[in-house]
């Protein structure tokens, strides 16, 4: 919270930018660099985006969205770091068993999975996003493409992610606080399992991409978001917080939610995830294991040009994100610009942008 009070202001320094042919000054601050603030991503998307051009296969990708009921929600947000890891677990498993099946695919899968932790409304809504390609990898060693409309019936694959999922749930060592604390009692907790059970969790697989380009630019979307960025907030008034939400319930229609500064600041704080803990992760052919030689093999199987991987410059990445060169003087266009690093006691270090 201290480091996106703080971002880009005088509190963490900054630099000043001085042109040497026309005057012209710009004043910079830094980043806060925390991932959960809505300024600091921007940047770091377009570093992973570039990082996973590589990745990318010429066939049709899947996007499969694997949600928990909501009475789950609370015990998930008391035991965050060990549920996280199940959901991720849970989710991974389901579509490497059933893909490996050869009454639906029988392939290998290499799939990468994001978690979400919030709906629209920033309520506490955890839920992970997975990015999977329509074929896998046989046995043998060949491709095997997937119906072109159709990857994995979605009934199946809800029904074995709620088996995994409450089975490492029964196994998990958790910590049960204030309305869970009946759960504590074995009896209790077998009651609630077994109402779990009887739930259908939701699984749904959107229709697949038009292409790899489109992959791309949709992975970027989920990958760094954060809660809800500043666009979305419309006012701040009377120690009141108005934000724009989609109502996926009444179909999908933007509206305008008010809630007090206090209850804004709660909600976006439960989306603050636990120290060190990885919300983007790669499986199957994308794990580091002998990832190199399954993505070239993938790759000639699915005729997927390959082309030679140069890693963008930071200043090739703001170029795209700004639409203008940053080496250039926007007064006068002169590319003959300093710097001058360091504000407040520390003595100014001055270097020739290049």
Same mark, same amino acid.
């Given at each position: 919270?201290?480091?996106?009070? =703080? ?13 040497? /042919? ?8 830094? !980043? ?8 600091? =991503? ?13 990745? $990318? ?6 996007? @499969? @969205? ?23 677990? !849970? &989710?991974?498993?389901?579509?490497? /068993? ?52 159709? #990857?994995?019936?979605?009934? @199946? ?10 089975? *490492?749930?029964?196994? &998990? ?26 739930? /259908? ?11 790899? #380009?489109?992959?791309? /630019? ?12 500043? +666009?979305?907030?419309? %006012? ?5 917080? +108005? #934000?724009?939400?989609?109502? *996926? ?46 993505? +070239? ?39 003959? $610009? ?6 407040? %006691? ?9």
């Amino acid at each position: 919270m201290s480091a996106i009070e =703080q971002c880009r202001t005088a509190d963490l320094g900054g630099h000043k930018d001085v042109c040497n /042919e026309c005057g012209y000054t710009r004043i910079s601050y830094n !980043s806060c660099r925390n991932r959960h603030c809505p300024k600091c =991503q921007t940047l770091s998307k377009e570093r992973w985006i570039d990082s996973q051009k590589n990745n $990318l296969l010429d066939v049709g990708y899947f996007h @499969v @969205v694997f949600t928990i009921p909501d009475t789950l929600k609370t015990l998930i947000f008391q035991n965050q770091k060990k549920l996280y890891t199940i959901l991720f677990k !849970s &989710a991974a498993e389901t579509l490497q /068993e059933l893909s490996s099946d050869k009454k639906y695919l029988g392939a290998k899968l290499g799939f990468t999975s994001i978690l979400h932790t919030w709906g629209q409304n920033l309520m506490h809504h955890p839920h992970l996003h997975c990015i999977v390609p329509g074929g896998g990898l046989n046995s043998i060693g060949k491709w095997v493409s997937s119906r072109k409309k159709f #990857f994995l019936p979605v009934k @199946v694959l809800s029904r074995k992610f709620r088996g995994k999922f409450l089975y *490492y749930l029964k196994q &998990a060592d958790l910590s049960f606080y204030g309305q869970l604390d009946y759960l504590s009692s074995p009896t209790s907790f077998n009651n609630f399992l077994s109402q779990l059970y009887k739930k /259908e969790w939701i699984v749904y697989c959107k229709p697949p991409f038009k292409n790899a #380009f489109c992959v791309v /630019e949709y992975l970027g979307r989920y990958t760094h978001r954060v809660a809800i960025s500043n +666009s979305r907030i419309l %006012n701040l008034e009377n120690g009141n917080v +108005s #934000f724009k939400w989609r109502d *996926y319930k009444d179909a999908n229609k933007w509206k305008a939610m008010t809630v007090s500064a206090d209850e804004f600041i709660r909600r976006f704080l439960t989306h603050i995830l636990p120290a060190r803990f990885m919300k983007i992760r790669h499986y199957g052919l994308l794990g580091n294991r002998n990832k190199t030689s399954k993505l +070239s093999l993938c790759k000639k199987l699915t005729g997927t040009q390959v082309l030679p991987f140069k890693k963008a410059s930071t200043i090739q990445l703001i170029r795209k994100i700004l639409g203008e060169d940053a080496l250039k003087c926007p007064h006068c266009g002169s590319d003959k $610009l300093s710097r001058y690093m360091g504000f407040g %006691n520390a003595p100014p270090i001055i270097t020739q942008i290049a």
